[in-house]
């Protein structure tokens, strides 16, 4: 599954987003005593677990790219021209499914028209 992530420092609209893959699945949501361990800050885990239920792990292997100011690969150009370091908070958007427009479209044309 292909992963989006864009630094909360980063206007995603100018920049794109890094692009990664993810690499594993909790198989179970986390508790927010679990997000708080992981992620090291109780504020920001408390925060998430208030917006988000159920709150699910998941780890991604970013997309290097030594051409790019952060080393890393974007989305839509080279991206800004600073580092991402740690703790750095980003917004996420994992991509679970692909599908074509036409494959939501043939069903309903099937339907209307009895050809199979």
Same mark, same amino acid.
């Given at each position: 599954?292909k992963?989006? &992530?864009t630094?909360?420092?980063?206007? @995603?609209e100018?920049?794109?987003?890094i692009i +990664?893959? !993810? /690499?594993e &699945? /909790? #198989?179970? #949501?986390?508790?927010?005593q +679990?997000a708080t361990k992981?992620i090291?800050? /109780?504020?920001?885990?408390?925060n998430?677990? $208030?917006?988000v @239920?159920? &709150?699910?792990e998941?780890? +991604?292997k970013?997309?290097a790219? $030594?051409?790019?100011? $952060?080393g890393?690969?974007?989305s839509? /150009?080279?991206g800004? $021209?600073?580092?991402v370091?740690?703790g750095t908070? !980003?917004? &996420?958007?994992?991509?679970?499914?692909?599908?074509?427009p036409i494959?939501?479209?043939?069903?309903?044309?099937?339907q209307l028209t +009895?050809i199979y």
């Open positions: 599954m992963i989006y &992530v630094p909360d420092t980063v206007r @995603r100018k920049f794109g987003s +990664g893959t !993810v /690499s &699945v /909790s #198989p179970f #949501p986390i508790t927010q +679990g992981l090291g800050n /109780s504020t920001i885990a408390e998430l677990a $208030s917006k @239920r159920p &709150v699910i998941i780890h +991604g970013l997309q790219d $030594s051409s790019t100011p $952060s890393y690969a974007w839509s /150009s080279q800004p $021209s600073l580092t370091t740690s908070t !980003v917004t &996420v958007q994992v991509t679970i499914e692909e599908q074509t494959t939501l479209v043939l069903p309903i044309l099937r +009895g």
